[in-house]
Each structure stands twice: as structure tokens, then as C-alpha cells.
């Protein structure tokens, strides 16, 4: 059996390992660690779920705790969401707990300034979305020209959103001697182009099948006239044995209903989405792990920013229209090898998107029924 210590991490990161609670490195882990602590590009793609951040943060952490601390900014994580930053950057300072590294989430939806102060003092590693670190960028206020390392965290779903264009921005501020990390659930023909652009004879490392959800994830499907999805999903709700769930809504002003009638109903409900502050998606997002919240609603800016665990169910209140997006949604619960069951509501309208979704999978979803809600 494959341990940690056997791929080759230093005695400094193992302790961050152990103190965090990790034994046996996942596959993405055990084929991605030992190529990136020799230096090579690495093109990762895995399911969500499967340890990932591990995958390149420890690598990282061994190369740069090495050398001593410059305070320069010598490796660089972008990601799409802010949630993501912040769980990268948190999983940066639990792993590297032992080592002298300092480490900096720089997102947007919250003030520059502490972000200005922190990067004069100096940073060793930065967890960034591409917005606000094109906002650096264009202010100077932080230099790109020392990064060692380059990780692009979830590359397909910062394509998605459109930061194309930024991310070639940060990357052409980089040096073109650094080591080029790209991670990605899914790969699209524009990830693929992305690929060939910006790393250096990488190595390849495909953990499952990114088309698949895990196969720890019980997939359902309820056929449910439009009107009759809110008295749908309080039945589940209240009758299934569910603990900790995650709804999604295709709209932010559906989000908003729906976590209002919850709460009208007695359920210990809150919502994330894109029009809330950083601060009220932080505390939304805090409640849903501590368990204060036990539903939680949101939009697909969720979709790849949420890391909880004992996640028992997620629900597609709407039918998601791409069938990535269903994969990225109902990866959040199967998570670590743990059951999980994803439950979607489809509409009449919605029969397309399903049929997308199976040709996708290649498998046809269970069907299920509660007499008097469904059709």
C-alpha cells in the first residue's frame, strides 16, 4: 500500500499531513505528487472528491519550504470562485503548518486594502481568483516575476466563466522557466488548448472518467410538473432520511425563493449566490459546516467552491441545462469515498437537459416517484 512518505514528500510535510488527519494518498494523489516533486508540467483530471488540492499543494509546499523564505511571491494558485480560493488557501496553511511559508487568498468581494498591506509585508504563496489579480496586476502592487510554480485550479470552470483573457494575462506576467500545474474536472477542446499554450512537455494524469459522477453518488430522477417542485422538494426534505443538503437553483432570484419558503416552512435554510457579499456567502457557507444550516441553496458558483463534509444529499431543484455541470453539481456529496444521493427534478421543459445528461454518462438515471407530487 502506497503511503505518503513513499512519494517522496519531505519529513516537514508529513507532519502537516498526519496533523491533518490523512494516511493513504488518493490515486490523484499517489500519480501527481512524485511528478511534481520532480519538476514536471501536469496536466491533473479527477473527479471532484478525490483529493486533489493535496495532489499539488503539498508538491508545492515540499519544493518551496526547501529554500528559505524570500517573502517573494514564488508560487501562484488561481482558481474560478472565491470559496475555492479560500479553501486552497486554508488547505495551503493546515498542510504547510510546520514550514515558515506565508500564504495570501486575494479575491474580490471584500476590501483591497489588507490584500495591499499583507503583499507589502511579503508573501510566499498566492490563492487568487483572476479578477482581483488582474487588479494587482494593474496597481503593481504585486510582482509575478519570481513565481517557481503556476497552478490553474479548475481550468475548465474558469473558461466557463469567461476568464480566458485574464488568465493569458497572469500567465504572460510569469516567467517561462516556471513549473505549469493545470487541474480540471472536465477537458474541453478550449482547456486542451489552453494546455498545449502554456505548458512544457507536461505529463498527463486522468484519474476516473470525468464524464461519470463517483461511484459512490445513488443518481435519481423525478419527473415533476413545474408547479409542484417547491411541494416536491419539502416532502424530501421532510421525509428522506437527509442530514445535510445542497440545493441548486439555475437562477439567483429562484435561489432566493426558495431558501424564503424553506425558512417560511421551519427549515434551518440560507442561500449563496454571485449578489451576496463575500461576508454573507462566508457565513452562509460557515453555518452549512457546522451544521447551523442544514440546507443549503445556491446557484453553480457553488458548484466547484464548496469542500463540506458529510454532504448526505444534493438536489437539482432546476435540471442543469450542460451535463458538466450536473457532474461538478452532484460532486459535492460521495466525496472521500462516503455514500451520497443526488436527487433531480425535471420539468417537462427539462426532459432535453436529462437526455443530454445520460447521453453524457452513458447511463440511464433511476427514475423515481412519490405519488401525488410526480408524473
Same mark, same amino acid.
Given at each position: 500500500?502506497?503511503? #505518503?512518505?513513499?512519494?517522496?514528500?519531505?519529513?516537514?510535510?508529513?507532519?502537516?499531513?498526519?496533523?491533518?488527519?490523512?494516511?493513504?494518498?488518493?490515486?490523484?494523489?499517489?500519480?501527481? *505528487?512524485? !511528478?511534481?516533486?520532480?519538476?514536471?508540467?501536469?496536466? &491533473?483530471? @479527477?473527479?471532484?472528491?478525490? +483529493?486533489?488540492?493535496?495532489?499539488?499543494?503539498?508538491?508545492?509546499?515540499?519544493?518551496?519550504?526547501?529554500?528559505?523564505?524570500?517573502?517573494?511571491?514564488?508560487?501562484?494558485?488561481?482558481?474560478?470562485?472565491?470559496?475555492?480560493?479560500? $479553501?486552497?488557501?486554508?488547505?495551503?496553511?493546515?498542510? +504547510?503548518?510546520?514550514?515558515?511559508?506565508?500564504?495570501? @487568498?486575494?479575491?474580490?468581494?471584500?476590501?483591497?486594502?489588507?490584500?495591499?498591506?499583507? !503583499? @507589502?509585508?511579503?508573501?510566499?504563496?498566492?490563492?487568487?481568483?483572476?479578477?482581483?489579480?488582474?487588479?494587482?496586476?494593474?496597481?503593481?502592487?504585486?510582482?509575478?516575476? /519570481?513565481?517557481?510554480?503556476?497552478? !490553474?485550479?479548475?481550468?475548465?470552470?474558469?473558461?466557463?466563466? &469567461?476568464?480566458? =483573457?485574464?488568465? /493569458?494575462?497572469?500567465?504572460?506576467?510569469?516567467?517561462?522557466?516556471? $513549473?505549469?500545474?493545470?487541474?480540471?474536472?472536465?477537458?474541453?477542446?478550449?482547456?486542451?488548448?489552453?494546455?498545449?499554450?502554456?505548458?512544457?512537455?507536461?505529463?498527463?494524469?486522468?484519474?476516473?472518467?470525468?464524464?461519470?459522477?463517483?461511484?459512490?453518488?445513488? $443518481? =435519481?430522477?423525478?419527473?415533476?410538473?413545474?408547479?409542484?417542485?417547491?411541494?416536491?422538494?419539502?416532502?424530501?426534505? %421532510?421525509?428522506?432520511?437527509?442530514?445535510?443538503?445542497?440545493? #441548486?437553483?439555475?437562477?439567483? /432570484?429562484?435561489?432566493?425563493?426558495?431558501?424564503?419558503?424553506?425558512?417560511?416552512? +421551519?427549515?434551518?435554510?440560507?442561500?449563496?449566490?454571485?449578489?451576496?457579499? $463575500?461576508?454573507?456567502?462566508?457565513?452562509?457557507?460557515?453555518?452549512?459546516?457546522? &451544521?447551523?444550516?442544514?440546507?443549503?441553496?445556491?446557484?453553480?458558483?457553488?458548484?466547484?467552491?464548496?469542500?463540506?463534509?458529510?454532504?448526505?444529499?444534493?438536489?437539482? #431543484?432546476?435540471?442543469?441545462?450542460?451535463?458538466?455541470?450536473?457532474?461538478?453539481?452532484? +460532486?459535492?456529496?460521495?466525496?472521500?469515498?462516503?455514500?451520497?444521493?443526488?436527487?433531480? #427534478?425535471?420539468?417537462?421543459? %427539462?426532459?432535453?437537459?436529462?437526455?443530454? *445528461?445520460?447521453?453524457?454518462?452513458?447511463?440511464? !438515471? *433511476?427514475?423515481?416517484?412519490?405519488? &401525488?407530487?410526480?408524473?
Amino acid at each position: 500500500m502506497q503511503t #505518503f512518505r513513499s512519494l517522496g514528500l519531505s519529513e516537514l510535510l508529513l507532519a502537516g499531513v498526519l496533523d491533518a488527519g490523512y494516511t493513504t494518498p488518493t490515486p490523484i494523489q499517489t500519480q501527481a *505528487i512524485p !511528478l511534481v516533486l520532480a519538476g514536471r508540467d501536469l496536466v &491533473g483530471s @479527477a473527479q471532484t472528491g478525490t +483529493g486533489k488540492t493535496a495532489a499539488f499543494v503539498l508538491p508545492l509546499l515540499d519544493r518551496l519550504a526547501a529554500d528559505e523564505p524570500s517573502r517573494s511571491v514564488r508560487a501562484l494558485i488561481v482558481t474560478p470562485t472565491r470559496e475555492l480560493a479560500l $479553501q486552497v488557501e486554508a488547505s495551503v496553511r493546515a498542510y +504547510g503548518a510546520a514550514t515558515p511559508l506565508r500564504s495570501l @487568498a486575494i479575491l474580490g468581494g471584500v476590501s483591497i486594502r489588507p490584500q495591499l498591506q499583507r !503583499l @507589502a509585508r511579503g508573501v510566499d504563496i498566492v490563492v487568487a481568483t483572476p479578477g482581483r489579480l488582474i487588479d494587482h496586476l494593474q496597481r503593481g502592487s504585486i510582482d509575478l516575476s /519570481r513565481v517557481d510554480v503556476l497552478v !490553474l485550479d479548475e481550468a475548465d470552470r474558469m473558461l466557463d466563466m &469567461g476568464f480566458i =483573457r485574464d488568465i /493569458r494575462k497572469i500567465v504572460k506576467a510569469t516567467p517561462a522557466s516556471r $513549473q505549469t500545474l493545470l487541474f480540471s474536472a472536465t477537458m474541453p477542446t478550449a482547456v486542451r488548448s489552453l494546455a498545449r499554450d502554456i505548458l512544457s512537455d507536461p505529463e498527463y494524469v486522468d484519474i476516473g472518467h470525468s464524464r461519470t459522477p463517483a461511484e459512490t453518488v445513488v $443518481q =435519481r430522477v423525478c419527473a415533476v410538473p413545474s408547479n409542484r417542485k417547491m411541494n416536491l422538494l419539502y416532502h424530501v426534505l %421532510e421525509h428522506e432520511p437527509v442530514h445535510h443538503v445542497l440545493v #441548486f437553483s439555475r437562477t439567483k /432570484r429562484r435561489a432566493d425563493r426558495v431558501k424564503k419558503k424553506l425558512v417560511k416552512r +421551519g427549515f434551518a435554510a440560507e442561500v449563496m449566490h454571485s449578489d451576496r457579499s $463575500q461576508r454573507q456567502r462566508q457565513r452562509a457557507l460557515h453555518g452549512f459546516r457546522n &451544521g447551523r444550516v442544514k440546507v443549503l441553496v445556491a446557484t453553480d458558483i457553488a458548484a466547484r467552491g464548496i469542500d463540506v463534509d458529510g454532504i448526505s444529499h444534493v438536489i437539482n #431543484f432546476d435540471t442543469p441545462r450542460q451535463p458538466a455541470d450536473y457532474i461538478h453539481r452532484i +460532486g459535492r456529496t460521495g466525496r472521500a469515498e462516503a455514500f451520497g444521493e443526488a436527487i433531480t #427534478f425535471v420539468t417537462k421543459d %427539462e426532459r432535453t437537459y436529462l437526455r443530454r *445528461i445520460e447521453r453524457h454518462t452513458g447511463s440511464r !438515471l *433511476i427514475r423515481k416517484a412519490y405519488e &401525488g407530487l410526480t408524473v
